[in-house]
């Protein structure tokens, strides 16, 4: 179960929110190879071109939003199992409900805690942070 | 790859600014015509306050997140139906985007920004909040009969959009259809502009069925007041299955029965070839929706500073030609036509023409199109109008005309200043109008277009005209004309420009801040432009404004006069000729030429700058040089022309701004730098030099 090499995929419309992302994870960019998709249309491309241990996604993105790309996840059982982290700005309770019914594994709404944020994604990918990074900040 | 700067923020956050303020614009139009709002613009605009809010937060610009936040907040009551949209609520939205593109660029700057601040607007906000709460109906879309399945993956606001469309009556469909792995990101958006004929697409969904491995199934929920075999017809040539989930009221109920089905089998690739009518149509729709994919995903977003890197090097590489340009003629004089220096000739053109492809493009690069200042404009015409209490509208033609992104950036203040000056000077008030017979409502009419080498952009109002009476009274008081002298309309036009001019009696709070049309002059000055005012009283003004697409690179027209060497802009160039000493003839103390009937007002070079002479017998042929646009021309008098060349302005340094008649530097090819002369400057110069009006203008700082 123990690898040394992960894939991130993450689905979100601003290019500004994914490079925030993508810099928080810098820190095991010799263990993570992260693929951007600008939509819920550009993920649905990337998923079936690699094999992707994690993804992120958004939920108001334009055409395919993140609650059917979670469905379409968690319904195809080729990537049933990838835990889903959904990191979205919408306060909308009726959304989280659904988007936790549908299966996804986490629901983070921004603005993100990067430590929280960092943090999920060890305990999802079982990375080991180096000795000396921030290994504060609380696993939920 | 992820270094995310604070440059990036205020470009993204100025982005999402630009695109909430686009929005409310839309809206301000549906709400005054009385039109029904487009969802999708309430939606787009949620969504830009939306990434505001996100971006704010990231950035430790947490207090003006909040303020995001809470238009957020707003705008998703508004979208999801919750509340109603009115003229005053418009207004607050517009001036809490204003408000937020001043405080991001303060804070930018690194200003603090106080509490209170933030909290004034918050409560501006709240303001508007305390609206009461419509009816959602999110209870119908539970009578609607529609599965579960497909309610589980809608956004909040999507089951909104499912809502309205019920309420309104709307037939939902479901579309299916499948595509190849392969091609979906071709097809699916065709379909979905293709659906967008036949009503509104709620959500689109996607399922990758078993046993289909190269293939996948997507859903679009549609919601549409045509018939089911209607939508079938138009969707002619896709593959897919139209499914009526929910009978609207106006289909007929004969016509589209529930859950009848057809699959179309034609397959959208062969078919293409043999569409016939609708074939033209469907490509260029296919294109069109290409075209708007691409630009997505492969725009890149380059600091201008950059480009300027790369203008500047290409001009070096432009003086460099020139370099060897001018050692192949030594050459050729030294040596004659040899095998070697007429190859040298042939690959030193080669040179010259991929230097000007080069140049082109690099020049390509630089140009944006001007309605990107537009909205802005817009905006401010709004604004104007509401603080005077008169109605205008403001009409923009030709924002495709490009012109270099500098210039667009120095333009949008005098174009601005312009526009205050005929809502506050020009347009009368609403019972002023209607008593002279014109619509209560004044109009201003900004057009750009290209001409040649430059760019026009003309500025009319429907007002009343420039006061010329008061004009002269004014200037008399300030002493630039003597109070019975016959000036004309022209003239009287160009003390308008006078530093410190003003006719308003009192400073308003729109126009008359202190900053004239002088600074708008110089401002279009600086960009190598010229203005002019036209106007007929009673009927209106217009301003026109004539500016050169670039500033990067002109062609320039290379001159002696003494012991000098200038560049004069080719583009300010009408003529060229050459003349006798005797032909010079001096009227009330000016020298000038008669030409083709009219006389032409001389100024010759060395005396303007005071140079030393090259020692004359007084017979020599003199050059002339005409400059100038329409009435104000002048002829300037110089030595000897030395050819026409490309040139790469540089700025002068401090040292010499205040210098008249000088527009920058450049270097030649054997790489002496010479003055490049400013045209403009020196007409006015002359113009001034005549008797009293000497001491306005005289004291023009030129920035």
């Known amino acids: ?140 | 790859m992820s270094e995310i700067n604070l440059s990036d923020f205020i470009a993204e956050a100025e982005e999402l600014l630009d695109r909430l303020n686009h929005g409310l614009l839309d809206l301000d139009r549906s709400i005054k015509s009385d039109s029904r709002q487009d969802p999708s613009v309430v939606n787009d605009i949620f969504r830009a306050a939306h990434s505001l809010k996100g971006i704010c937060g990231m950035f430790g610009f947490g207090e003006v997140g909040e303020i995001a936040h809470k238009l957020e907040d707003i705008l998703d009551r508004l979208r999801l139906g919750k509340l109603k949209l009115t003229a005053y609520g418009l207004d607050v939205l517009f001036a809490v985007t204003e408000e937020l593109r001043k405080i991001i660029s303060r804070k930018a700057g690194g200003e603090p920004i106080s509490p209170e601040e933030i909290k004034e607007l918050k409560n501006k906000l709240s303001q508007m909040e305390k609206a009461k709460e419509e009816d959602t109906g999110i209870g119908l879309l539970k009578q609607s009969g529609i599965s579960g399945e497909i309610l589980a993956v809608l956004t909040e606001y999507e089951e909104h959009r499912l809502v309205e469309n019920l309420k309104e009556g709307m037939g939902i469909y479901q579309i299916s259809a499948d595509f190849s792995l392969a091609d979906f990101d071709r097809g699916l958006p065709e379909l979905q502009d293709r659906l967008k004929d036949v009503g509104e697409l709620i959500t689109t969904s996607a399922s990758a069925e078993p046993g289909k491995e190269n293939s996948m199934t997507f859903y679009l929920l549609v919601g549409s007041a045509q018939s089911q075999e209607d939508i079938e017809a138009q969707l002619e040539g896709h593959l897919v299955t139209v499914n009526l989930i929910k009978p609207g009221k106006q289909a007929k109920a004969g016509k589209s029965a529930p859950a009848k089905s057809k699959t179309k089998t034609r397959d959208p690739e062969k078919a293409e070839p043999s569409a016939g009518d609708a074939e033209g149509e469907a490509e260029a729709q296919g294109q069109e929706e290409t075209a708007t994919v691409r630009s997505l995903s492969r725009t890149v977003r380059v600091d201008i500073g950059r480009l300027d890197e790369l203008m500047n090097i290409v001009g070096e590489l432009v003086l460099s030609k020139n370099v060897i340009t001018q050692l192949i003629e030594k050459l050729r004089n030294q040596l004659g036509f040899t095998e070697l220096a007429i190859d040298l000739y042939k690959v030193n053109r080669n040179l010259e023409r991929k230097l000007q492809e080069l140049q082109q493009g690099v020049l390509e690069v630089r140009m944006v199109p001007i309605g990107q200042i537009y909205d802005k404009l817009r905006r401010n015409v709004r604004k104007l109008a509401r603080e005077t209490g008169k109605e205008v509208e403001f009409i923009a033609e030709g924002g495709e005309t490009e012109l270099d992104k500098l210039i667009i950036e120095d333009l949008a203040d005098p174009l601005m200043h312009i526009i205050r000056n005929s809502i506050d000077h020009g347009i009368e008030p609403k019972k002023e109008r209607k008593k002279l017979g014109k619509s209560e409502q004044g109009q201003i009419l900004l057009r750009a277009f290209q001409r040649g080498n430059h760019v026009v952009i003309e500025i009319s109002d429907d007002g009343a005209g420039l006061d010329l009476m008061r004009i002269r009274k004014k200037a008399a008081e300030m002493g630039l004309i003597s109070p019975e002298a016959e000036v004309k309309q022209e003239d009287l036009i160009q003390i308008l420009f006078t530093p410190g001019f003003s006719t308003a009696e009192k400073v308003s709070e729109i126009s008359g801040r202190g900053v004239g049309l002088d600074v708008v002059k110089n401002n279009i000055a600086a960009l190598s432009g010229a203005i002019d005012i036209e106007s007929t009283p009673g009927q209106g003004a217009k301003v026109i404004i004539t500016l050169p697409i670039t500033l990067a690179i002109i062609q320039a027209l290379i001159v002696e006069a003494g012991t000098e060497t200038f560049a004069i802009p080719l583009n300010a160039v009408s003529s060229g000729l050459s003349i006798k000493p005797q032909d010079i003839k001096t009227i009330e103390g000016r020298e000038v030429i008669e030409q083709r009937e009219r006389t032409l007002p001389l100024l010759r070079l060395e005396r303007f700058f005071r140079l030393n002479s090259k020692s004359k017998t007084g017979e020599e042929e003199l050059y002339v040089v005409t400059v100038g646009i329409a009435e104000r021309r002048l002829g300037i008098v110089v030595d000897r022309l030395l050819g026409r060349q490309d040139i790469v302005i540089k700025s002068v340094g401090k040292v010499l701004t205040g210098l008249k008649g000088v527009a920058g530097a450049t270097e030649l090819g054997d790489q002496r730098t010479i003055l490049v002369l400013d045209v403009l400057g020196l007409i006015e110069e002359a113009a001034a030099s005549i008797g009293s009006r000497r001491m306005g203008a005289g004291a023009v700082n030129v920035s």
């Open chain 1, 1 to 140: 179960m123990v690898k040394d090499f992960y894939q991130i995929l993450i689905a979100e419309d601003s290019a500004i929110t994914r490079a925030f992302l993508v810099s928080v994870l810098e820190e095991f960019s010799d263990q993570l190879n992260i693929i951007e998709a600008a939509s819920g249309f550009e993920a649905l491309k990337q998923l079936p071109r690699e094999k992707f241990d994690l993804i992120i996604t958004d939920i108001n993105m334009p055409d395919i939003n993140g609650l059917e790309l979670i469905n379409f996840v968690r319904s195809n059982p080729e990537y049933a199992h990838i835990p889903l982290i959904v990191v979205t700005t919408e306060g909308s309770v009726r959304d989280k409900e659904k988007g936790l019914a549908l299966g996804a594994s986490e629901y983070l709404v921004k603005p993100i805690d990067p430590n929280l944020f960092r943090n999920l994604i060890i305990k999802h990918l079982g990375l080991e942070p180096e000795p000396s990074g921030r290994a504060d900040g609380d696993i939920t």
